[in-house]
C-alpha cells in the first residue's frame, strides 16, 4: 500500500487537496491511503497524522509514501531527513513530487 501525506502549517483543505492531487499523479493504481497533518507547523514536533502513518508503517502495511517535499516532514531539514531514514529502517520508500529547493524557487 501507498501512503500520501500532506500538511500545511495554516489549516487550508484547499492546500491539502492539491498537495494530495500533486503526489496522486506518482501513483499507478496501487492502493493509496492518506494522512495529513492540517493547520501544523512544520517545526511541531508532534504530527497526528504523521504518527499515524508511522503505525501503519510499523506493522508492515505501508511499503511507499509520496509527499510533495521533505519539508512536509519538517521545516527543519535534519528532522526531515531523519523521517525519511525512519520509514526507511521499516522497509518503506519515501518518494518527493518536488525536491525542497524546487519549490523555493517558485515562491
Excluded: P, W
Excluded at 501512503?3 to 502549517?9: F, K, L, M, T
Excluded at 489549516?11 to 500533486?22: L, R, S
Excluded at 512544520?42 to 502513518?53: A, Q, T, V, Y
Aim: proline share 0%; hydrophobic share 35%; with cysteine.
Amino acid at each position: 500500500m501507498i501512503a500520501i501525506y500532506s500538511r500545511s502549517a495554516v489549516k487550508n483543505n484547499d492546500v491539502i487537496a492539491e498537495q494530495k492531487h500533486k503526489c496522486l499523479s506518482f501513483v499507478n493504481g496501487q492502493e493509496v491511503v492518506f494522512f495529513s497533518d492540517n493547520g501544523v507547523s512544520g517545526l511541531e514536533i508532534n504530527k497526528e497524522g504523521l504518527d499515524s502513518l508511522f503505525e501503519l508503517a510499523k506493522n508492515g502495511t505501508i511499503k511507499k509514501v509520496i509527499t510533495l517535499n521533505s519539508s512536509r516532514f519538517s521545516r527543519n531539514e535534519f528532522e526531515a531527513q531523519e523521517v525519511e531514514i525512519q520509514l526507511n529502517a521499516l522497509g518503506v520508500d519515501v518518494e518527493y513530487v518536488e525536491t525542497y529547493k524546487e519549490k523555493s524557487q517558485h515562491q
